[in-house]
């Protein structure tokens, strides 16, 4: 399996709902990424995990809240959502922490926040 | 500052003629520069990428050339097909950890 898998494909959620994302992989990758792409802007870094410890977050706000299970699994909890979040959630894997490692995209999450 | 410039934001070209899009960086630090395309609807996907000790890459249809000293690098797409219209993402490093995204070029490809 060569793929980044993502459900669900899309979530419509109120600002007063708790949901989660879920992300899976089976390429053996040991990091995981989130990542935040609003329409026609680049992907933006949320969350850096290595190894299911989480290496870096980018200053993101608590209302998401990241999970590394196991090394095939990553998901995102979302709580108290904003209107602004509404945006395309992407996770991504790669072999190893760093940059240097080609990141392998999941098709993404659509997120709509009522 | 962990800051990527790209250009133009929007390309049209005919089709079989070539397409370049320019990126330039601010951190002299950063050494790896790989360039994703995404389709309208789909995941971004990696297709081709540097390091900073190679100033030239060739895969096929698709180059990638890096100036160092003037911390700027470029994709140049020849022959291009329809199958080529996209979004295109270059990105850099910043540390080891992760990397920073362009703000995008979408390539229209003109029958």
């Known amino acids: 399996d060569t793929e980044v898998t993502q459900t669900p494909k899309h979530l419509v959620m109120g600002m007063t709902n708790k949901k989660s994302l879920k992300c899976e992989q089976h390429?053996?990758?040991?990091?995981m990424y989130w990542y935040k792409q609003k329409a026609k802007k680049p992907p933006e870094l949320m969350f850096v995990y290595s190894y299911e410890k989480l290496s870096i977050n980018e200053s993101v706000p608590s209302r998401f809240s990241p999970e590394c299970p196991n090394s095939s699994l990553l998901n995102l909890h979302l709580h108290a959502l904003q209107p602004e979040d509404s945006a395309l959630y992407l996770c991504?894997?790669?072999?190893?922490?760093?940059?240097?490692?080609?990141?392998?995209f999941g098709p993404g999450t659509r997120l709509t926040v009522l | 500052g962990e800051n990527v410039e790209q250009h133009p934001s929007t390309l049209s070209v005919q089709e079989g003629d070539s397409a370049v899009i320019k990126c330039t960086y601010s951190d002299s630090a950063s050494n790896y520069f790989p360039w994703y395309k995404q389709e309208l609807g789909k995941r971004p996907q990696l297709i081709i990428d540097?390091?900073?000790?190679?100033g030239e890459k060739k895969d096929q249809r698709i180059a990638v050339t890096l100036n160092k000293t003037a911390k700027h690098f470029s994709l140049h797409i020849t022959e291009t097909q329809p199958e080529d219209s996209a979004v295109y993402f270059c990105a850099g490093n910043f540390g080891n950890e992760k990397l920073t995204f362009g703000t995008g070029t979408r390539l229209t490809i003109i029958p």
């Open positions: 540097i390091r900073s000790n190679v």
């Open positions: 991504a894997s790669s072999q190893g922490q760093g940059a240097y490692n080609e990141q392998f």
């Open positions: 390429m053996g990758h040991r990091a």
